[in-house]
C-alpha cells in the first residue's frame, strides 16, 4: 500500500490542469476541443461535461473533481466550466492568503477554513441571494420588461447555447429550437411540455447531414429515419399497426441445433399459415403496418396488392413512444401487436434520403438538425439537448418557489394551477429568476458579499468575493479593458440603485447589461443555476480540503451500507479519498 | 483478472492552427485538391504501395474517399466534402478549395476565430441574399423550352472531368446524351407529386465513345435460350409480363442452414418442381408472354414456358428489379404456392434486338408512359469508363437538380470574380457600421472581408494550371484568360472590347460594383449547377468556422 500526502499543492495543479482544458471553452468567445481516438472516433465540444468525461483522468483527486461536477451538471445542467474556473480561483486564492501569512497551512486549518466556507454558503450566499439578488433582478427585469416580454425563452436559450455551439451557429440554431418549442407547445402546460421535451429528445429529433446549419427545420409529424418498403398514398387518419416480430416462420432467431421435418403439403401449409395471419389484418382494416423487424418478401407482396404501406426496421423504442403517446389499443389475441390511429402518412426528403413522417392525433412535430459534418451534428444535437435540460430545471425551480409561496399564504387555492406558456415565463421574469448573461451575478455577489455588514466571518466571504470575479475575467479575456470598463460602469449603476432606494425617487435607467451591446437584448441565465453553482463548488472545495492522503491499494474497494456517509453517496469506488487526516494517521 | 497496464497519457495538442506540421499538411491537401480543379485539372494517380487497382481521377468524391488523412481536422473537412457531394453531386473541390483558403487566410491574417466567425457568417448571408435576388448578376434562369442549358450545364460538368478522357466532339455527344436521358425520367402527364423515373447505365469496355446511346425502355441481357425466331414468331401489340422476385430454381434453400429430416414418401424436390410447373400451367393459360424472374428458374420450367412461346428473362438482379416494376406496371410475386392474381400482371408494347457495339441486348418498351431508359455508355478502358459513368450519374442528379431551383450559375470562376468584387463593394462602404453590430474592431471588420474575398479568388485561380495569368475586368468582374483566340471571357457571356480595362487578379484594385450585362446575344458557355455551389458555399464556411473553432485537440493513444 503506498501513500501519497496530499498537499494544498497538489489540489491547485491538478484542479488547475482540469481548468487550463475548459477555459478555452468558456463564453461566445471561446473555442472548442477536439478529441481523437486511435479507433477513428472523433468528437468536438464545447460542453464542459463532456470535455471531462472523455478525459481519462487518472488522478484521483480529479476524480473526485469530475464527480462533483457531474453532480452538479446533473442538478442544473449547466455551468460546468464556470464549475472549475471558480474552484480552481478559490484554491488559488486560498494559496495566496497562505502565501501572504507566511504561515504553513495545517491540515487542520485548511479543514477548519473548508467548513467556514460551507457555512458561508449556507447562510451569507442564502441571504445574499434573496434579499439582494433577487430584488435586483426582478427590478432589472420590470424595467426592461418591454424588451423582455416574450422573448425570455429565447433568451434564456441563448444564453445557453453562445458558450457551447460557434459563434456563427447560434442564432440559426435558437431560432429553431424556439420555433420547436412554440410548436410542440402550442399554448399548453409549460413546464410539462418542456419536460415531455427533455425525456423524449431522441425521439423527436432527426438528424441530417451534409447540409448547413440554416437548413435545420421542424417538420410536422414524427419522423422515422427509414423509406416506406410499400407505399400507397392514404387518404386521411388511417389504422395502423404495430409489429414486434417477422410474420413468416423464421428459424434463425430460434437457435442452431434444430432440425426441420418435412411433410406432405408443407409448402401449402406454410403459406396458409401466413395468409391466416394476413387476412386477419384485413379484417383489422389495417391500412399502415409499422414493423420493428424485416418481414418476408410475400407480405410485402400482399400489401402492394392489398394497398397497405409497410414500414419495415422501425426502431423498436421508436415505436413504444409512438404506441404511449396515441393511446394504443393492444390486441389480445398475437401477442405484441399494437393498434393506433394515425392523423396521416407523408413521405419526406431531407437531403436525398426519403423517410417516412407519422402525423398523430397530439401535435407532433420533429426537430430537424443539419450539419455539414456527423461530428459536428453530435455536437449540436447534444446542445439541443441539453437546452430542454437546463429549461427544465429553470420551470422546475421556479414551480418549487411558487408551490412554497402558495403554501404560506393559507388562502390560495391548492389546485395546482395550470402554466401556460406566457404565465411561467413572465412569472419567472418578474420573480427575478434570470439576470443577463456575462457576469453580472458575479458582480453582483462580488459586490454584496464584500459589503455584507452582519457577517460572522468576512476573511471567508472577501475569499468567495475575489474568485468570483475569475468569471468575468475569463469571458473578457481578449479584451481586458472591456471588463473594467463594464465592471466600472456596473459599480456606478449600483451606487445609484443604492440611492433611490433609500430616497425612494424615482428609479433611474439600469444601463447595465445592454453595455454588452448597444443594440441588442442580452441573453438571459437562471439565478438558481448560478447559485446552485456556487454552492456545488463550496461543497466540492470541502471535499478537497478534507483529504488527507491518499491510499492506493489493489484489491478493490467494497463500500458496504454501513460505512455510507451521507455524503458519499453517490461514491461508490472513491473510499481512499475520503480517508480524512485522522484516519490516515491511524493507518 | 484483467490484466493492468498503464495507460498513456493523452497528446495534446494546444491552438492546432499555429501547429507548422498541421498547417503543412493542411497546405498539402489544399495543392491536392485545386490542382485537380477545372478542365485542365491534373489527374491523380492513386494506388497502394502492396499493389493492387491503380485509380486514375481527378474527381473529389473518388480522391478522398481513398486517401486516408491522419489529421482529425483534415479528416472532418474531407467528410464533409463527401456528405456535400452525395447530397448534390458537384462543387466538392470548391468547397475543399475554399474552406483550406479561408482558414489558411484567416490564420495568415492572424484574425481572432471569434471575431472572424462572425464576419463570414455575415459575408455567406450576403451571398445568399445575392445569389437567390432578382438582380444577381452571376446567376441565368434555366430554359427547359429549349435544350441549350441543360445541354451546357452537363458539359460543364463532364468537361470539368479530364480522367473521362473525352475529346471535344466525345464531349458533346455524351452530354447530349445526359440531357435526353434526363428529359426521358421526367414523366410527360403527370399531374401532382411524381417520382423521378429511372435512367439504368450498361458499360461497355472496349469501344469507342461514340458508339454510346441511350434508349427508352430497358435494355436487358439477351436470355441463353432465346433464338431469333423465337422473337419473329411473336406478333406485334401488347405483351402479358409477369415478374417473380422468388427464386424458382426448385432448392428448399429459403430454411436456411438446419438439419432436414424428411419423412418416408416425401420428396420435397419433386414437390417443389410439382409446383413450379403448376404455376408454369396457368401462366400459359393466362397467356403471358414474358416471364421474368430476379432469381433463376428451373431448366424444366424454363423449357416447358418456351415450348409455349413464353419468353423466359432470368437472374434480373435486384438493381434492375424496381425500374422493371416501372416500365411493366407488374407486381412483383413472392411466392410459390398461390396462383398469380390479376393485378400483378403486368403489359411490354415491344420488345426487340438492339445491338450496342459488341453486345447484344433485349430491349422493352412500356406500354404506357413510364419514364425508364437505358443509357448504354462506352469506352476504351475499364478506369475510363468508370469515371464516366460516375460523372454521368452525377450530371444527371445536376440536371435533376435544376428543377427544384431553375438557375445556373455561370461558370468558368466568374461567378468567383463577381461574387467577390460585388462583396467588397458592399462592405467597404459600410464597414463602421457593420462592424458595430457584429460587435468587433473596423480593422478586424475589413481584414476579414478581405480574407473571404481573396479566398474566392483564389478558387478562381485555381483553374488555372499552365502558368497563364487569370485576368478581371473591371467592368463587369468576370474572369479572362489572356488568349488570343478567345473573344470572350471564360464563361463566354462577356465579349472583349479594345476600351475594356483589365487587371490581374489579386493584384490591388479599387473597389467598383460589377455592371450586369442586359441586352446581349451571346449565351454563357459553361453553366455550374446553382442548388450544388450555393450549398457548397454555406457549408464550407460553417467548415471553416467550425475548424477554425477548434482550440485543442487531445488524441487519445490507448
Not at chain 1, 475575467?473 to 465592471?487: K, M
Not at chain 2, 438582380?135 to 470539368?160: E, H, Q, T, Y
Request: neutral net charge.
Amino acid at each position: 500500500m503506498q501513500e501519497e500526502c496530499v498537499s494544498l499543492q497538489v489540489c491547485v495543479s491538478v484542479v488547475g490542469a482540469l481548468e487550463c482544458v475548459v477555459r478555452r471553452c468558456l463564453g461566445p468567445d471561446g473555442g472548442s476541443v477536439l478529441f481523437t481516438r486511435d479507433t477513428g472516433e472523433t468528437l468536438i465540444t464545447r460542453h464542459g461535461q463532456r470535455v471531462l468525461r472523455t478525459l481519462h483522468l487518472q488522478h484521483p483527486m480529479a476524480r473526485m473533481v469530475l464527480d462533483c461536477v457531474c453532480a452538479h451538471a446533473k442538478a442544473t445542467g449547466d455551468g460546468t466550466k464556470s464549475f472549475l474556473l471558480l474552484l480552481a480561483a478559490l484554491l488559488r486564492g486560498i494559496q495566496d492568503s497562505h502565501m501572504q501569512r507566511k504561515g504553513s497551512w495545517s491540515i487542520p486549518s485548511l479543514q477548519n477554513l473548508a467548513n467556514r466556507l460551507l457555512a458561508v454558503s449556507r447562510k451569507e450566499l442564502e441571504d445574499v441571494v434573496t434579499h439582494k439578488i433577487t430584488p435586483y433582478a426582478s427590478l432589472y427585469c420590470s424595467h426592461h420588461s418591454y424588451k423582455l416580454e416574450g422573448i425570455i425563452l429565447d433568451l434564456s436559450i441563448s444564453g445557453y447555447i453562445s458558450g457551447r455551439v460557434g459563434i456563427s451557429q447560434a442564432d440559426v440554431l435558437k431560432r429553431v429550437l424556439c420555433e420547436f418549442y412554440h410548436k410542440v407547445s402550442q399554448d399548453q402546460n409549460a413546464v410539462e411540455t418542456i419536460s415531455f421535451i427533455h425525456s423524449h429528445f431522441s425521439f423527436l429529433h432527426t438528424s441530417v447531414t451534409g447540409l448547413p446549419i440554416g437548413c435545420s427545420e421542424v417538420i410536422e409529424g414524427l419522423v422515422v429515419t427509414c423509406d416506406w418498403s410499400v407505399w400507397t398514398e392514404p387518404a386521411g387518419s388511417v389504422k395502423a399497426l404495430i409489429l414486434y416480430e417477422s410474420f413468416g416462420a423464421s428459424f434463425v432467431t430460434v437457435g442452431e441445433n434444430i432440425s426441420v421435418c418435412i411433410q406432405k403439403d408443407y409448402l401449402h401449409r406454410t403459406e396458409s399459415a401466413m395468409k391466416q395471419k394476413l387476412a386477419s389484418l384485413l379484417d383489422l382494416q389495417v391500412h399502415v403496418v409499422l414493423s420493428s423487424v424485416k418481414q418476408p418478401e410475400s407480405v410485402l407482396q400482399w400489401a402492394r396488392l392489398n394497398h397497405v404501406s409497410l414500414l419495415e426496421c422501425v426502431d423498436s423504442a421508436q415505436l413504444d413512444f409512438l404506441s404511449n403517446i396515441s393511446a394504443a389499443e393492444t390486441l389480445s389475441h398475437p401477442p405484441l401487436q399494437h393498434l393506433v390511429m394515425l392523423k396521416y402518412c407523408r413521405r419526406v426528403q431531407l437531403s436525398g434520403h426519403r423517410y417516412a413522417c407519422l402525423g398523430t392525433f397530439l401535435h407532433m412535430h420533429t426537430l430537424v438538425l443539419c450539419a455539414p459534418a456527423p461530428g459536428f451534428l453530435d455536437q449540436i444535437v447534444c446542445v439541443s439537448q441539453g437546452v430542454f435540460a437546463m429549461l427544465q430545471h429553470l420551470s422546475q425551480s421556479f414551480c418549487q418557489t411558487l408551490a412554497s409561496d402558495q403554501s404560506q399564504s393559507p388562502s390560495s387555492d391548492q389546485s395546482q394551477s395550470v402554466l401556460s406558456s406566457q404565465d411561467l415565463w413572465g412569472g419567472i421574469l418578474r420573480a427575478g429568476g434570470v439576470l443577463p448573461v456575462g457576469g453580472m451575478f458575479e458582480f453582483l455577489l462580488h459586490h454584496f458579499l464584500l459589503n455584507e455588514r452582519n457577517s460572522c466571518d468576512p476573511e471567508s466571504c472577501r475569499l468567495l468575493a475575489e474568485a468570483l470575479l475569475c468569471l468575468p475575467r475569463t469571458l473578457y479575456s481578449h479584451n481586458h479593458r472591456r471588463f473594467l470598463n463594464i465592471q466600472t460602469r456596473f459599480l456606478d449603476d449600483l451606487k445609484q440603485w443604492d440611492k433611490t432606494k433609500e430616497q425612494r425617487s424615482e428609479m433611474p435607467e439600469l444601463k447595465f447589461g445592454f453595455g454588452f451591446s448597444e443594440s441588442s437584448v442580452p441573453c438571459l441565465e437562471s439565478v438558481s443555476g448560478k447559485k446552485q453553482l456556487v454552492v456545488s463548488v463550496l461543497q466540492c472545495l470541502h471535499r478537497l480540503l478534507c483529504v488527507g492522503a491518499i491510499l492506493n491499494t489493489r484489491c478493490p474497494l467494497r463500500t458496504g451500507p454501513q460505512t455510507h456517509s451521507e455524503e458519499d453517496e453517490d461514491e461508490e469506488e472513491e473510499k481512499p479519498k475520503h480517508s480524512n487526516s485522522t484516519q490516515s494517521t491511524d493507518l | 483478472m484483467s490484466r493492468i497496464c498503464k495507460k498513456k497519457p493523452a497528446v495534446c495538442t494546444d491552438e492546432p492552427l499555429s501547429n507548422s506540421n498541421i498547417c503543412q499538411k493542411m497546405a498539402l491537401l489544399r495543392n491536392i485538391l485545386s490542382t485537380a480543379y477545372g478542365p485542365t485539372g491534373r489527374l491523380k494517380q492513386i494506388h497502394n504501395n502492396v499493389g493492387g487497382h491503380v485509380l486514375t481521377t481527378s474527381t473529389s468524391t473518388a480522391l478522398l474517399k481513398r486517401v486516408d488523412m491522419s489529421e482529425p481536422l483534415l479528416k472532418m473537412i474531407s467528410t464533409a466534402v463527401q456528405h456535400h457531394t452525395a447530397c448534390y453531386s458537384d462543387c466538392g473541390l470548391f468547397m475543399g478549395i475554399f474552406t483550406l483558403r479561408l482558414i489558411e487566410n484567416t490564420q495568415n491574417n492572424g484574425l481572432r476565430t471569434a471575431a472572424a466567425a462572425k464576419v463570414y457568417k455575415h459575408l455567406v448571408e450576403e451571398c445568399n441574399m445575392y445569389l437567390k435576388g432578382d438582380s444577381c448578376g452571376c446567376k441565368v434562369p434555366v430554359d427547359f423550352s429549349n435544350s441549350d442549358s441543360l445541354i451546357a450545364l452537363a458539359r460543364s460538368m463532364i468537361a470539368s472531368k479530364p480522367a473521362c478522357m473525352l475529346n471535344s466532339r466525345e464531349t458533346k455527344h455524351i452530354s447530349s446524351l445526359i440531357a435526353q436521358a434526363f428529359l426521358y425520367s421526367i414523366h410527360c402527364n403527370s399531374s401532382g407529386v411524381s417520382c423521378f423515373g429511372r435512367t439504368v447505365t450498361i458499360g461497355i469496355e472496349g469501344q469507342s465513345v461514340s458508339d454510346s446511346s441511350v434508349f427508352p425502355g430497358l435494355l436487358v441481357d439477351v436470355p441463353e435460350m432465346l433464338q431469333h425466331a423465337d422473337l419473329e414468331r411473336l406478333e406485334s401489340g401488347l405483351f402479358k409480363v409477369v415478374l417473380f422476385s422468388v427464386s424458382l430454381s426448385g432448392d428448399i434453400s429459403e430454411v436456411g442452414d438446419v438439419t432436414l429430416e424428411i419423412h418416408r414418401g416425401v420428396d420435397p424436390e419433386r414437390d417443389l418442381l410439382q409446383q413450379l410447373l403448376k404455376l408454369g400451367e396457368q401462366v400459359v393459360m393466362d397467356k403471358v408472354n414474358l416471364f421474368a424472374c430476379q432469381k433463376v428458374v428451373h431448366p424444366i420450367l424454363q423449357h416447358y414456358l418456351r415450348k409455349h412461346g413464353v419468353v423466359v428473362i432470368e437472374r434480373l438482379g435486384l438493381a434492375l428489379m424496381e425500374p422493371f416494376v416501372q416500365l411493366t406496371g407488374a407486381q412483383a410475386i413472392a411466392s410459390l404456392c398461390s396462383s398469380v392474381p390479376v393485378e400483378a400482371y403486368g403489359m411490354v408494347k415491344e420488345f426487340c434486338l438492339q445491338s450496342c457495339g459488341s453486345r447484344e441486348l433485349l430491349q422493352l418498351l412500356p406500354s404506357k408512359d413510364a419514364a425508364v431508359s437505358t443509357m448504354v455508355l462506352c469506352h476504351r478502358n475499364e478506369t475510363m469508363l468508370e469515371e464516366l459513368k460516375m460523372t454521368c450519374k452525377r450530371a444527371e442528379h445536376v440536371l435533376r437538380l435544376t428543377l427544384r431551383e431553375p438557375y445556373a450559375l455561370l461558370g468558368g470562376g466568374c461567378t468567383e470574380t463577381l461574387l467577390a468584387t460585388h462583396i467588397t463593394h458592399m462592405n467597404c462602404s459600410k464597414a463602421s457600421t457593420i462592424a458595430q453590430a457584429l460587435c468587433i474592431s473596423h480593422s478586424e471588420f475589413i481584414m476579414a472581408v478581405k480574407a473571404f474575398c481573396s479566398s474566392l479568388q483564389s478558387v478562381a485561380l485555381s483553374l488555372e494550371h499552365d502558368g497563364q495569368d487569370c485576368l478581371i475586368d473591371l467592368t463587369y468582374a468576370h474572369r479572362w484568360v489572356p488568349d488570343i483566340y478567345s473573344k470572350t471571357c471564360s464563361c463566354g457571356l462577356v465579349e472583349d472590347r479594345s476600351n475594356l480595362e483589365k487587371t490581374p487578379l489579386k493584384t490591388a484594385y479599387h473597389t467598383f460594383s460589377p455592371v450586369s450585362l442586359e441586352n446581349t446575344d451571346s449565351q454563357p458557355r459553361i453553366l455550374d449547377s446553382f442548388s450544388a455551389k450555393l450549398n457548397a458555399l454555406n457549408v464550407a464556411v460553417e467548415m471553416a468556422n467550425f475548424v477554425l473553432d477548434v482550440k485543442y485537440i487531445i488524441k487519445d493513444i490507448n
